[in-house]
């Protein structure tokens, strides 16, 4: 992946396409190749004059990609790759900078839920196309932090003083970094599976059994996970009191 590339997960962010794209055309390597390629190209909708017309879609108040497929079950409605990326990637990209922290991991996410989504498809059965993004993207996210936290036990000395039980494990206390607006960095304090649930419930806005179906639990660990998520970031606002963009809005949320 090109670092010189970067994604700010703004609103404004579409990924650039070339018309008649369509992965479905290509062998997996390519078209895995032009689905990285598709979601870095940032394009600007100021310069949406820039891009040919028949490489813009505008939004319209009715049904469109993936809402189609889902309403109506006809695999033939289903949108081509270039136009699921355009329609999902924003999303996707602001789920997954939520729940990791920082820009590198995102893009990381971003890319490899696309290319899952891409093998899988086919096998989709119409539902709810934004929430198997969702469950596909936590998951990911949920698989990294625990690769990473085995990564880090495993290489400790074998003489190493283990954490104490009533002390955060690594899993808990992971983040990569530590970010300026202190909402992010509430967000960041919080254990993997409580930042998870908070960020599809008060950020995303997904009830709590759709919560517990993205991310294969019960609807109590729902709850609890919610709950804790909630008062862990009541604690971490109340002990960093500095007034950041969006603290309001989530601190109404935890309330």
């Not at 650039?16 to 895995?32: F, K, W």
């Not at 990381?108 to 596909?136: C, K």
């Not at 862990?232 to 950041?244: I, Q, S």
């Amino acid at each position: 992946m090109d670092r010189g590339t970067r994604w700010h997960g703004n609103t404004d962010w579409r990924p650039r396409v070339a018309a008649g794209d369509d992965l479905s055309l290509l062998g997996r390597t390519d078209s895995e190749d032009l689905i990285i390629t598709t979601l870095l190209g940032p394009t600007s909708m100021s310069h949406a004059q820039d891009c040919p017309a028949d490489e813009w879609v505008e939004p319209s108040d009715g049904l469109q990609g993936t809402a189609v497929f889902d309403a109506t079950g006809d695999k033939s409605t289903m949108p081509s790759w270039d136009e699921l990326v355009r329609q999902h990637a924003d999303r996707v990209y602001r789920l997954a900078y939520r729940l990791s922290g920082n820009q590198h991991d995102a893009e990381d996410l971003t890319q490899e839920t696309f290319i899952r989504v891409f093998r899988s498809v086919q096998n989709y059965q119409p539902g709810t196309f934004e929430g198997w993004l969702h469950r596909i993207t936590t998951n990911l996210f949920l698989d990294m932090v625990r690769r990473r936290a085995r990564i880090r036990m495993e290489a400790l000395p074998e003489d190493y003083e283990r954490v104490p039980a009533d002390e955060p494990n690594p899993e808990e206390i992971y983040h990569d970094s530590r970010l300026g607006p202190d909402l992010q960095a509430a967000l960041d304090s919080l254990p993997p599976e409580f930042r998870a649930a908070v960020v599809l419930c008060d950020i995303e806005g997904l009830s709590y059994e759709e919560i517990g179906a993205t991310l294969g639990v019960k609807l109590g660990t729902v709850r609890s996970r919610i709950h804790r998520g909630r008062q862990a970031l009541r604690d971490y606002l109340a002990a960093h009191p500095e007034p950041g963009p969006g603290r309001n809005a989530l601190h109404a949320e935890s309330a």
